[in-house]
């Protein structure tokens, strides 16, 4: 199968299935002597962990992680970085009646068509454990990216029609509540209205919101290589996002151009900056140096337990009630994703920018 990998130095391959014997990624590209253990990538895989709160698939796995190679005596070698997690906790049988049925809005249907086979067992590589590999690759860049002065802050920003107000926004309260949310009143509001879905057999859709801080102005090159349609096509990558933007993205198209402009101006230490940044951060696919903002809509899970109409192989009516389990809402479990996609990218731009001029 292609298209598992992404990067062009700091390059990233994903492998495994969901009912697999486990999952993982092989890192190549990563410069030795990086400090790096095992429990620097468990931080990100336990932000993205099933089974550890309400409003989460029940499947319960604990999602260690194992570095099988490219690191000796806690740094880096330069070689490739292999890693595994592996799965204990798949219930296959609870799929059995999918075998032959296309789930509404799930892979199967595009799947088998491409290549005449599927894995009908949670749905194989289109599962949303596929991305356990992104994450372990997103904590490896994250951590190099940190060293750089280079950091990430990622929320879910709205659930179903429950948005966050900007005016009660708290950094430090959204990795301590479970939806990842950081306004108090938005997670209490959201909580109730997932609960009433999950009475309802039902899901909801979702946003993230990525704020990356201190890249530096220069990433990213011109046309076909642009730092934003290479994230774009990072974030698009990740199953269940349906639209994705930069900076004021959507809302640009109905600004008049006195308002949608970046302007600068030197501050107080005779740099450059910019004195709004309506544009995320780049310009022209390059970075500014402002804080790269990028905005990642989720479609609700389509994995839901009430009826639904569909059709099998033999191009029957079905009426199907999806069976498992299955997360109610995808945001909170994709944050950590989205933050790792972006790392990948921005840690493979850094490396191909050291290139870019003759100093």
Request: overall charge negative; some cysteine.
């Amino acid at each position: 199968m292609a298209g598992s990998s992404i990067g062009d130095i700091f390059k990233v391959t994903t492998w495994g299935e969901s009912h697999g014997e486990g999952l993982g990624a092989v890192i190549d590209g990563c410069p030795a002597g990086v400090g790096l253990c095992e429990e620097d990538i468990q931080a990100y895989l336990d932000r993205r962990r099933p089974g550890k709160d309400a409003f989460a698939t029940s499947r319960s796995e604990a999602d260690k992680c194992r570095i099988l190679s490219g690191v000796f005596e806690g740094r880096t070698t330069g070689t490739p970085i292999s890693v595994m997690v592996e799965n204990n906790d798949q219930h296959s049988k609870d799929y059995d009646a999918l075998k032959d049925v296309y789930r509404p809005s799930h892979a199967d249907f595009s799947y088998e068509a491409k290549y005449g086979i599927r894995d009908h067992r949670g749905g194989g590589r289109s599962s949303g454990r596929e991305t356990i590999g992104r994450v372990i690759a997103g904590a490896v860049a994250s951590k190099i990216l940190s060293q750089k002065g280079i950091s990430f802050c990622t929320y879910v920003n709205s659930i179903g029609d429950v948005f966050c107000d900007p005016g009660y926004f708290e950094e430090g309260y959204i990795l301590k509540n479970p939806l990842c949310m950081p306004d108090r009143t938005a997670f209490q509001v959201a909580s109730k209205r997932i609960e009433e879905l999950r009475e309802q057999k039902d899901s909801v859709g979702s946003s993230v919101i990525c704020v990356v801080r201190g890249v530096p102005a220069g990433l990213g090159d011109p046309v076909f290589e642009k730092l934003d349609a290479n994230l774009a096509k990072a974030i698009f990558s990740i199953g269940a996002v349906k639209a994705f933007e930069v900076g004021d993205g959507f809302s640009l198209s109905m600004a008049k151009g006195s308002e949608a402009n970046d302007g600068f101006a030197p501050d107080e230490n005779g740099n450059i900056t910019q004195i709004t940044n309506h544009s995320g951060g780049i310009i022209g696919g390059i970075s500014t140096g402002a804080d790269i903002v990028l905005h990642v809509y989720f479609k609700p899970t389509p994995s839901i337990a009430s009826l639904q109409k569909t059709a099998d192989r033999s191009a029957n009516a079905v009426d199907l009630e999806i069976k498992g389990r299955h997360d109610p809402v995808i945001g909170p479990r994709a944050a950590v994703v989205v933050e790792s996609m972006a790392a990948i990218t921005l840690f493979d731009a850094y490396l191909k920018n050291l290139g870019a001029r003759n100093e």
